[in-house]
């Protein structure tokens, strides 16, 4: 049997995007900063002139899930980290865009197959969003450590020879990826 595990090794191979909602700045700038601490601290080049990190602004956490996905799209990263801040107000409009935010990055990464992370702080006031920006931690550093494990691990799972390992699949999962190969042809073969 095979164990895949994320490693923090080697990010000099990697490539990301960050997407930052521009609304609550004040928070978002702090998690974009916690957040390229992290990954310099493990060897990327964080320099937006540089070649291993890309940054999209997006007005808010609303348009962040699209901007994710159409990244993922191009196969130029091996993670995508959302940051975000949507604070609650006394109206309903939290709920609505918190809930689209979080279903939306999620499809990204379902959809495209490269993991994209929720950085997407979602607090009742400004000062527990601050408070998670860095007054007390700063959640950025841990979406980039996500970020890190998970393209680490999905190089893994592909066979990447650049991560320095190739799993091999155990006879089971060969056999049911066979399985559904055959399937999907035989369904082909009734449309």
């Not at 309903?92 to 918190?98: K, Q, S, W, Y």
Request: charged share 15%; aromatic share 8%.
């Amino acid at each position: 049997m095979a164990v895949f595990e994320g490693t923090f090794t080697r990010p000099d191979q990697l490539r990301f995007a960050i997407v930052i909602g521009r609304f609550n700045d004040l928070v978002t700038g702090k998690l974009l900063e916690g957040c390229q601490d992290c990954l310099k601290r493990h060897g990327v080049d964080v320099d937006p002139n540089g070649t291993q990190v890309d940054y999209a602004w997006v007005p808010g956490s609303f348009e962040v899930p699209i901007v994710a996905r159409q990244l993922a799209l191009t196969n130029r990263y091996d993670a995508i980290i959302c940051l975000g801040a949507v604070i609650r107000g006394q109206t309903p409009h939290f709920d609505f865009v918190a809930a689209e935010v979080s279903k939306g990055i999620a499809a990204a990464g379902f959809q495209t197959g490269v993991p994209v992370i929720f950085g997407i702080v979602t607090t009742d006031t400004m000062q527990q969003a601050l408070e998670r920006a860095g007054i007390k931690s700063n959640l950025g550093w841990n979406y980039a450590m996500s970020a890190l494990e998970m393209a680490s691990l999905m190089q893994q799972i592909k066979g990447n020879p650049g991560t320095g390992t190739t799993p091999t699949l155990p006879a089971s999962m060969k056999n049911a990826a066979a399985d559904l190969s055959e399937l999907s042809i035989q369904q082909g073969d009734l449309s």
